[in-house]
């Protein structure tokens, strides 16, 4: 393996972060419904209690 200060070491797979991570279809669904049952569960507080 080659270790010489000019080049640096890049791991065999691509490191992904949370953008990359909230990108994907099914997260954004779920995060959706959480959110938009939040928002109910608050009008119901604020105007019908």
Do not use: K, N, W
Request: net charge negative.
């Amino acid at each position: 393996m080659d270790t010489s200060p000019g080049r640096p070491t890049a791991p065999t797979e691509e490191r992904r972060g949370c953008l990359f991570a909230l990108s994907q279809p099914p997260l954004m669904i779920f995060l959706a419904v959480i959110g938009c049952l939040l928002l109910i569960a608050a009008m119901h507080d604020l105007y019908l209690l």
